[in-house]
């Protein structure tokens, strides 16, 4: 059974870093595409940053150069690197995961088999 646990989120000020960790178990991450997600209130939830099994990663574009997606396959861990943080960064994040070796363009929720269960980030101004 896959099992994924959020971890990393908090609280800071615009302009700040946090990094989110993702572990894993009962799945080979490194074999498929893995993905971060987020959530703000009264909004639909929308793909972040994705990874692949051949480290091929893909950013919305409101966060490129900003956040870095990686794995440690040593540690069955899903990471989201976040610098300079803003106010509209402000959401849930959610870790999911495929079946699948390669992560299709738009971040299709139906692709996604399994979800953390989401770990918050709050940013002010």
């Known amino acids: 059974q896959v099992h994924l646990v959020e971890s990393g989120g908090g609280s800071v000020q615009a302009g700040g870093s946090l990094r989110l960790s993702c572990a894993t178990s009962g799945y080979s991450h490194s074999s498929y595409c893995m993905a971060w997600f987020r959530q703000a209130p009264g909004k639909e939830r929308e793909g972040v940053a994705s990874i692949d099994s051949d480290a091929i990663t893909k950013y919305t574009d409101p966060v490129k150069g900003r956040f870095t997606i990686s794995r440690d396959d040593a540690k069955n861990t899903l990471y989201l690197q976040m610098n300079n943080l803003k106010p509209d960064d402000t959401a849930i994040y959610f870790c999911?995961?495929?079946?699948?070796?390669?992560?299709?363009?738009?971040?299709?929720?139906?692709?996604?088999?399994?979800w953390g269960q989401g770990t918050q980030v709050t940013v002010s101004s």
């Open positions: 999911a995961a495929t079946r699948g070796r390669f992560c299709r363009g738009g971040f299709p929720l139906g692709d996604f088999a399994d």
